[in-house]
């Protein structure tokens, strides 16, 4: 499907959790820009990274080249052969899984505190946000739907007050957020999400702790759970 201007943009706001600083460096556009195309999967595993070409596509030297693919390979999302290339690798299930229990450890927190607030009015950007979802959602757009999935869940950590704990997740949730992209075209699965996320705003609304933690339990343990099928359909990524 052809990218929209608003996805785009979208999209954009979301890379600039992972930029050192407001204005960014040239090595930080790579990386992010990079980075962005092998979560969408515009980028598959054993994809060559042509050094030349990433320069002329993003006008810069080789130095903040080599920078931006050391930030990735920390991430595990590129491999590098000295002397030889650098490709994207494969999806690495078992760092996913490691970073979703990091992430289903924060959130349960802040949905906890949130409905332990009791103030329905902090959910109000989650709920804008939901609703431009939702139209993403009846459209197919799946790169909107995606980006706006992250800012869901971000509009839900800036009132609970721990922002920066889903950044951190965020910027190691590479291999997991390949995976929820794979799931995503599954029949259902859209729907399954947003009526995950108003499940998560309703209980949070009305202050019952145990739905809360279901309803964020539930949402959470999609992906994983659907591993085994997601493997046999696209074993090029594993």
Avoid: C, W
Avoid at 120 to 140: I, T
């Amino acid at each position: 499907m052809t990218a929209n201007p608003f996805s785009a943009a979208l999209s954009s706001a979301n890379e600039e959790q992972f930029r050192p600083s407001a204005q960014g460096s040239a090595s930080a556009r790579v990386y992010s820009g990079i980075r962005s195309q092998i979560i969408s999967l515009e980028l598959q595993p054993y994809s060559n990274l042509v050094r030349t070409e990433i320069a002329e596509s993003f006008a810069v030297s080789q130095s903040p080249i080599r920078e931006a693919i050391h930030r990735l390979e920390q991430e595990g999302l590129v491999v590098s052969y000295p002397q030889s290339r650098t490709v994207v690798a494969k999806i690495d299930v078992d760092h996913a899984r490691e970073t979703q229990f990091l992430r289903v450890s924060i959130e349960l927190e802040v949905a906890r505190t949130l409905a332990g607030m009791a103030q329905p009015e902090l959910l109000r950007p989650a709920r804008r946000v939901l609703a431009m979802q939702k139209m993403a959602g009846d459209d197919q757009d799946i790169n909107e739907f995606t980006a706006l999935d992250r800012l869901f869940h971000q509009s839900l950590a800036e009132p609970a007050g721990v922002v920066s704990l889903y950044h951190l997740v965020s910027s190691r949730s590479g291999h997991i957020d390949r995976l929820r992209r794979l799931n995503l075209p599954d029949p259902g699965k859209i729907i399954s999400v947003l009526q995950h996320h108003t499940e998560i705003l309703d209980a949070i609304e009305a202050g019952d702790l145990t739905k809360t933690e279901d309803a964020v339990r539930r949402h959470l343990g999609g992906t994983l759970a659907a591993v085994p099928q997601i493997m046999e359909q696209y074993p090029h990524y594993f």
